[in-house]
């Protein structure tokens, strides 16, 4: 069993920031890949950032220079700093662990970007 526990979300102005965080418990091996999802009403889940055991990220292009990933490989957590938020990313945010090829989501926390 994994379970992934996200934390962080909730309402910010536009141009604000917050700070997402994922906690993994469990029975993990190592947490290959450690992501970040979103998933907006009436839209498909679409990736946000990820990043490799070995720290090796990649984003989506609509949040380069604005979304920072980052992972504590020793707490088995991954951390989305997001800033200059926009209200078309209000959206339910999931964490997405990659385990021996397995994949695991949370249950995702909400972000509400509105004034």
């Known amino acids: 069993q994994v379970q992934l526990v996200e934390s962080g979300g909730g309402l910010v102005q536009p141009g604000g920031s917050l700070r997402l965080s994922c906690v993994v418990s469990g029975s993990i091996f190592r947490l290959d890949v450690m992501g970040w999802y979103r998933q907006a009403p009436g839209n498909q889940r679409e990736l946000v950032a990820r990043m490799t055991w070995g720290g090796s990220a990649n984003y989506a292009d609509s949040v380069k220079g604005r979304f920072v990933i980052s992972r504590d490989n020793a707490k088995n957590t991954v951390y989305l700093q997001m800033n200059s938020l926009k209200p078309e990313e209000t959206a339910d945010y999931y964490c997405?662990?990659?385990?021996?090829?397995?994949?695991?989501w949370g249950q995702g926390t909400q972000v509400a970007v509105s004034s």
């Open positions: 997405n662990v990659a385990i021996r090829a397995m994949g695991y």
